[in-house]
């Protein structure tokens, strides 16, 4: 499979991931819907793995911000 065909894949599978990820959050868990919906969340995430190497390809990227320096004058 092309990386182009793979990440048109991946993109078709996002607003499913997140319904699924969000739902996760309204259902009581260990019950035998979270356990399903999670284990799907985890095989969109292997398949990520699989097709361009990178099973967090769905998860928030942390971006941080660099803190001034109050020793060196940052105002």
């Known amino acids: 499979m092309?990386?182009?065909v793979?990440?048109?894949l991946l993109e078709s599978l996002?607003?499913?991931r997140h319904l699924l990820?969000?739902?996760?959050?309204?259902?009581?868990?260990g019950g035998p819907e979270y356990r399903q919906i999670d284990r799907v969340v985890q095989e969109i995430d292997r398949?990520?793995?699989?097709?361009?190497?990178d099973g967090t390809?769905?998860?928030?990227?942390?971006h941080?911000?660099?803190?001034s320096d109050p020793?060196?004058?940052g105002e």
Not at 21 to 29: E, Q, V
Not at 57 to 62: G, L
Not at 64 to 67: G, V
């Open 14 to 16: 996002r607003p499913t």
């Open 71 to 73: 020793g060196h004058g």
């Open 47 to 53: 398949l990520a793995e699989i097709l361009i190497g």
């Open 64 to 67: 941080s911000i660099p803190m």
């Open 2 to 4: 092309t990386r182009e």
């Open 21 to 29: 990820t969000r739902t996760l959050a309204d259902i009581p868990i």
């Open 6 to 8: 793979a990440d048109r």
């Open 57 to 62: 390809h769905y998860h928030q990227k942390v």
